[in-house]
């Protein structure tokens, strides 16, 4: 599909999603997210893809929402919701698990990495975005910013739940009330960047990452994995145990453990299968 307002690429098993409107720092329309939502629908359904990587194009990650649909909602007080049918989807979730119905939570949902290539700007629901990806390979330039108390709101887009388990409360306050800007070492400090790149590399380095796991890692592992991880920090401990013990049950009788075996012992690169989604 054409989109208008992000690319998608995929180069082998990488797929890339660029949020393309550099003149507005990337800042999201109601159809550039309907688009990354379609997109990534695309990923989940291409066996061949093992993950996506989310940038930004020029420099800027993603401003937040589009200022034209801020002043829009601000005038009628309530939200307002854009359809595009042509961009339907339902990317994920197989579960229907009810934690991951909303944007951006539904990331978490996805059957395959999402990582966020942060180029620059990065505020507002754009980090919302960012901070819902599995992991952040950060530019030393990049710049974040919650942008929520000065807009009159309060933590929005879920990251009230998601930012204090990734980086604590206390910090996580310290963004909130402040809204001042943290550059890219400071959030490698704090822990919300994974990887602090060297400058204008991150969404290379975040693509050689994929590439790394493709040719180590099963595919369903990694999706396990995932859902494991989002899952189980939902749940007591005990259960969250009792669940691992019955999938670690399923994947021991699974073809890919017996690759796994074989291709290390017989020192070749696995050939693990691949995610078919109907």
């Given at each position: 599909?054409?989109?208008?307002?992000?690319?998608y690429q995929v180069d082998e098993s990488i797929a890339t999603i660029t949020i393309n409107r550099p003149e507005k720092l990337n800042a999201l329309t109601n159809l550039t997210q309907a688009e990354i939502r379609h997109a990534l629908d695309q990923s989940e359904r291409n066996p061949e893809v093992i993950g996506t990587v989310l940038t930004g194009a020029g420099r800027g990650f993603c401003a937040g929402v589009d200022m034209n649909s801020l002043t829009s909602i601000s005038e009628d007080?309530?939200?307002?919701?854009?359809?595009?049918?042509?961009?339907?989807?339902?990317?994920?979730?197989?579960?229907?698990?009810?934690?991951?119905?909303?944007?951006?939570?539904?990331?978490?949902?996805?059957?395959?990495?999402?990582?966020?290539?942060?180029?620059?700007?990065?505020?507002?629901?754009?980090?919302?975005?960012?901070?819902?990806?599995?992991?952040?390979?950060?530019?030393?330039?990049?710049?974040?910013?919650?942008?929520?108390?000065?807009?009159?709101?309060?933590?929005?887009?879920?990251?009230?739940?998601?930012?204090?388990?990734?980086?604590?409360?206390?910090?996580?306050?310290?963004?909130?009330?402040?809204?001042?800007?943290?550059?890219?070492?400071?959030?490698?400090?704090?822990?919300?960047?994974?990887?602090?790149?060297?400058?204008?590399?991150?969404?290379?380095?975040?693509?050689?990452?994929?590439?790394?796991?493709?040719?180590?890692?099963?595919?369903?592992?990694?999706?396990?994995?995932?859902?494991?991880?989002?899952?189980?920090?939902?749940?007591?401990?005990?259960?969250?145990?009792?669940?691992?013990?019955?999938?670690?049950?399923?994947?021991?009788?699974?073809?890919?453990?017996?690759?796994?075996?074989?291709?290390?012992?017989?020192?070749?690169?696995?050939?693990?299968?691949?995610?078919?989604?109907?």
């Amino acid at each position: 599909m054409d989109y208008e307002e992000i690319i998608y690429q995929v180069d082998e098993s990488i797929a890339t999603i660029t949020i393309n409107r550099p003149e507005k720092l990337n800042a999201l329309t109601n159809l550039t997210q309907a688009e990354i939502r379609h997109a990534l629908d695309q990923s989940e359904r291409n066996p061949e893809v093992i993950g996506t990587v989310l940038t930004g194009a020029g420099r800027g990650f993603c401003a937040g929402v589009d200022m034209n649909s801020l002043t829009s909602i601000s005038e009628d007080g309530k939200r307002k919701g854009s359809r595009f049918k042509h961009l339907e989807a339902h990317p994920g979730n197989p579960d229907n698990d009810p934690n991951f119905n909303s944007s951006p939570t539904y990331f978490l949902g996805l059957r395959k990495p999402l990582i966020a290539a942060i180029n620059g700007a990065c505020a507002g629901l754009g980090f919302s975005y960012a901070t819902f990806c599995d992991i952040r390979f950060v530019d030393p330039t990049a710049k974040f910013v919650t942008s929520f108390g000065p807009r009159g709101l309060i933590a929005e887009h879920g990251t009230s739940w998601m930012l204090p388990r990734i980086i604590g409360p206390s910090n996580s306050l310290d963004l909130f009330w402040s809204s001042r800007h943290m550059l890219g070492e400071e959030a490698y400090r704090i822990g919300y960047a994974n990887r602090l790149c060297a400058e204008g590399n991150c969404l290379s380095e975040a693509q050689d990452y994929l590439r790394e796991i493709a040719g180590t890692s099963a595919p369903v592992s990694i999706m396990m994995m995932k859902k494991q991880v989002y899952r189980h920090l939902m749940q007591e401990l005990g259960d969250a145990m009792d669940e691992s013990t019955r999938w670690m049950d399923e994947s021991l009788a699974r073809d890919d453990f017996k690759e796994g075996v074989a291709s290390f012992v017989q020192k070749r690169p696995p050939n693990f299968a691949k995610i078919e989604v109907d």
